[in-house]
């Protein structure tokens, strides 16, 4: 076995590869780029190397700067995760032209995979199945079109070079084609430098069944079985599931032995998969052959109880398969989310910042968390922003469905906008419940994925749970003195001596605006609040350890987290999160509302605009400085007359939620 390897690759599955050498007593290699430099690979790893700048060009896909990296730290061999330079032959062929082994299969197999339609050719002589379609050399659009009109609508165009949904277009009838085709080269063209197109019959309801393949040196191969990864958004996967639900032993063997075939019309070596696409009657078609490890693999971890990188470093080593196909069983079920920064109701634009919150849901023999972030870094705008994967697992498809409801409720993020509660709503849904799957779910489902409440929390729950927040006596004021903190001339609580004191509170939840009485007392909380429809009292009490809170509203416990940032608090139970902002108190003069800390950054943000001058007399109320986060600006006030002495932040600065922005002095 090697003694060390450099991992070409960085996130999650950087850390999930060390994880696993390690386990195996090999030492790793990281390598990194200028944004990464305190990244969790770069200090998992033994050993790390710099390779250039931010953008990925500039680093991860400089396959001479990796394999430079290889022999300065004398790695004995490179694994490429996925994606960068997991399938680019020329590096695979530079590495062993260097004597250091690429952990993935020989260049002739990168090569044959690499264009779909060369594929498609290959295995249509090895017999595999392929969706009826044209995957020729002439490429007149006079030929393309006419074997779409030959074939039948609706037909699929797609980029022979093609890959992430990209280059791809449905074309329903014979008088759109035309302009699809110029629209699929344009964007292959764009994307991939080549705009070849193949034309493929459209199915209109399959699913995504992939089979994980194994082969090694000795002539042994093997398939661990399916995923089914039908439920995508334009093209790109969502949730993947292994084995595939309904799937009958013999089509299982028939799918695995298609996609042996085909690992072996080429050659293949390590591991693969063969992505079909299986039709309601059962027939299934070749699509592509991904030769590397997928982003999906952990899936076919979890049910088989395999580890696929310690297969993977072991048949680079030249061993033989770990075990023979008919030592291989499946065990019950496993679902994986991709967790993503990126914001479900803006078009899931990307969404970039600090993890400001990050609370993971504990990990065991049902849960699986492959990240690589921890609270406090950065998604930046150079990489993909997959935050993490969260991988369940149980006896049956129903229970995996409840541990990965479970657990997307614990994973809780603040700072940026994440895709988990969109997530839950898939995982939630009745349709995927009863696993009424095929590539066009999200499609089919979009409004019940899409109107569903944010939160299953009650507008009444919700304001008992900030009751109990602003309910808190706030937190003692650090002191040299030893025990000030226990004097009660020190206290900042609303205990009072022969009186119950009533603190008043304004809080903006969901867009409306509530007004929040609490009162302390027999130790419980005693609340009312008003506003919109509603007008709701109650009793509750609370204990507070860290951001976590124990609740009893009306008689019922729960619990729950909290995370603030300046006048946002962001709340995570059982039932979903919600937000709410604290409204400094209107104090009757229009101008001078802003009192309640606004001089400090209501979350995290990027410095839009300085207002005013440094030492000059400003009125109450005047806008001092812009912010602006989550998409929205953001007026810092002044908080009475004064003048600002200094601004902590210049524009185009980033500011982390709770930051004090400037120093501001009260006129006398
Ligand atoms: P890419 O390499 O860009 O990911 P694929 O060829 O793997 O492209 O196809 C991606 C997805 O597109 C599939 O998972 C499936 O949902 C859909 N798809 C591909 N080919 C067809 C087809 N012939 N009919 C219907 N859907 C298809």
Known sequence: MFSKIL??????????????????????????????????????????????????????LKGDRVLAAALQTGAQAVHPGYGFLSENAQFSELCSANGVVFIGPPVGAIEAMGSKSAAKQIMEQAGVPLVPGYHGSDQSPATLKAAADQMGYPVLLKAVAG???????????????????????????????????????????????EIQVFCDNHGNAVYLFERDCSVQRRHQKVLE???????????????????????????????????????????????????????????????TGEDLVEWQLRVADNQPLPKAQSELTLRGHAVEARIYAEDP????????????????????????????????????????????????WDED????????TNALRDYRIAGLTTNIDYLYRIADS???????????????????????????????????IVAALVAEPAAPVASAAGDADCSPWQASGDWRLNYRHRRHTAVAVDGCEYRIATELADGAI??????????????????????????????????????????????????????????????????????????????NGTVVAQLVEPGVDVEAGTTLMVMEAMKMEHAIKAPSAGRVAEFYFSPGELVSGGAELLDFSAAE
Not at 20 to 49: C, I, P
Not at 397 to 404: F, K, M, Q, V, Y
Request: hydrophobic share 40%.
């Open 241 to 303: 599931e292994a084995p595939a639900p309904g799937m009958s032993e013999p089509l299982r063997r028939a799918m695995g032995e298609a996609a042996v075939k085909a690992a072996q019309a080429i050659d293949y070596r390590g591991a693969g998969t063969v992505e079909f696409l299986l039709d309601v009657d059962g027939s299934f078609f070749f699509m592509e052959m991904n030769t590397r490890l997928q982003v999906e693999h952990p899936v076919t971890e979890l049910i």
């Open 430 to 464: 009745a349709p995927f419940r009863a696993a009424d799957l095929d590539t066009r779910f999200i499609e089919r489902h979009n409004q019940l994925l899409v109107e569903t409440p944010r939160t299953q929390l009650t507008v009444e729950q919700q304001l008992a």
């Open 397 to 404: 498809r129903e229970r995996a469905i409840d541990r990965l």
């Open 526 to 603: 005693h609340w009312q609040a008003d506003g919109g429809e509603q007008h709701v009292t109650g009793t509750l009490s609370c204990q507070r350890s860290g951001d976590q809170l124990q609740l009893v509203i009306d008689g019922q416990r729960s619990s729950a987290s909290v995370y603030r940032a300046g006048q946002q608090l962001t709340v995570f139970s059982a039932a979903g999160s919600f937000t709410a902002s604290l409204v400094a108190p209107d104090l009757g003069d229009t101008d001078s509302t802003d009192a309640g800390g606004g001089l400090l950054a209501p979350m």
């Open 7 to 60: 991992i070409a690759n960085r996130g999650e599955i950087a850390c999930r590869i060390i994880r696993t050498a390690r386990a195996m007593g090999v030492k790793t290699v990281a390598v990194y780029s200028d944004a990464d430099a305190t990244a969790q690979h770069v200090l998992l790893a033994d050993e790390a190397v710099h390779i250039g700048g931010s953008a990925s060009r500039d680093s991860y």
């Open 345 to 392: 109701d803006n078009e899931f634009l990307p969404a970039t910042g600090a993890l400001s919150y990050l609370r993971t849901p504990a990990e065991s023999a049902h849960v699986r968390v492959d990240s690589g972030v921890v609270e406090g870094d950065q998604v930046s705008v150079f990489y993909d922003p997959m935050i993490a994967k969260l991988i369940v």
């Open 163 to 209: 890959g992430g949904g990209k280059g791809m277009r449905q074309v329903w009838a014979s008088d759109q084609f035309d302009e699809a085709l110029a629209a699929a080269k344009r964007e292959a063209l764009n994307g991939f430098g080549n705009d070849d197109m193949l034309v493929e019959k459209y199915l209109t309801q399959p699913r995504h069944v």
